[in-house]
Structure formats: C-alpha cells, structure tokens
C-alpha cells in the first residue's frame, strides 16, 4: 500500500567490556569481604566524618567484647570503646594526612578491661561516600611482658649496686654498665667509661696492663680462670 513502510529497527551495544569489568569488580568486593571477616586483625568501616560503624569483623568482635549487633549504627565512643580525647587525637591525625599508621590506641572492651593496640586508618571514597577503613593489632601482652623486662631489669641494677664486689659488662672495648664499686676501684665515671674505655688501664700497674686489657674490656674468654692485677687506689 503507497505510504505503508514495514520494516525493524535493531540497535547493538558490545557490553563484553563492561560485563568483564562488572564481573572484576564483583570478583574484587568477593575478596575483600572475605579478607575483611576473616582477618586476624581487627577490621572496621566507618563513616569518617561521624564515625558511625557501618561493619565490624569478627576479629573485632573476639578483641573487644562488643557483637556485630553493638556496633553497628553506633560509634566508638557511644560504645565506650574510645575516649574523646583519643577519638579527637586519632581523627585530626587522619583527617590531615589520610592515614595514620601504627598508634598506639588503648581501648576499653565491653567488660571493661582495657586493652593497647597498633592502630592503622586508611580513608576510602565508597559509592561517593568518604569512609574510614580501620585495622588494629591487640599488643596488650607484648607491652605487659616490656613492662616486666623493664621492671626486672631494673631490680637487677638495683642488686648490682648494692653489692661488695666490682661488676660490669664490656663487649669488644664498649662498657654497657658498671656499677659504684667498680667506678670506685677504677676512679672513674659512667662518663669516662663511655668516651675512653682504655683510660681505666691508667690505674692498673704498667706489668699487668696485658692481663687486665683482656678482662676488663671483653677481649678475651679465661673461661672461668682467675686473673690477677695490681690496681692503685686513691
């Protein structure tokens, strides 16, 4: 018939591209979403601005008491996990660098203990949205045992000092401690000990010099065998 048309119209877009891409992506989120619940480390996303968890990992639960369900839509500090003064600190740190790596953070568990940790931050722009990725490593027994080495390192010093006998350790010509008795024998300082090591000989008689170097400044081992050398006192 004059003025029909009959006819189809096709129109084709190759999306083999975007669909790789999609599926990447989907692949991507898949593996960060298992990395994040299962990380030994303690995980959080949060709102950066607020600081409202929006998903915490299971690590995070174990470490600090508080289920999914406490966390979720609520802060650290209405939680009672941060002070304000840490939460201030931590998010001024990020907010002019982007990231903060290994804080020390304490924190405050559910039941109230509290715990130290290696804090990490990394802010992320997710669907648009500025958003905070956190990790933190529970050092609590780590930084209990440095106290106890400190603590017992310093009641050997304090036995040290308190003896009769002259004691000290030296390696390879460089004092590492020396206690009153000694710097009295020797008529010396912590001081002197540490800038001229050899001028502790001065007092040791001329014949005996040889011997005394050895034991005095660790160059030897007499393996248990005693030396003996002439020291002038006063």
Known sequence: ERGSFDGVVLSAEDITDKRAA????????????????????????????????????????????????????????????????????????????????????????????????????????????????????????????EAKVREDEQKFRQIIENISEAFWLCESGRFLFANSEFMRIFSTSSNALTTDSEGILDVVHPEDRGAARGVLLGNSTHDGQETLFRVRLG
């Open 22 to 145: 999609l599926e990447a992506l989907e692949r991507s989120e898949e593996t960060f979403r298992r990395l994040f619940v299962n990380s030994p480390l303690m995980m959080s996303v949060s709102e950066l601005e607020t600081g409202r968890y929006i998903d915490v990992n299971l690590q995070f639960e174990q470490s600090t008491g508080f289920a999914r369900e406490d966390a979720v839509g609520r802060t650290s500090r209405a939680i009672g996990l941060i002070t304000e003064v840490d939460r201030a600190s931590l998010k001024k740190a990020i907010m002019s660098g982007g990231s903060v790596h290994n804080m020390i953070l304490p924190l405050r568990r559910k039941d109230g203990e509290e715990i130290v940790c290696a804090y990490s931050g990394v802010t992320l722009n997710i669907g648009g949205e500025d958003r905070l990725l956190s990790l933190a490593l529970d050092i609590t027994e780590n930084r209990l045992l």
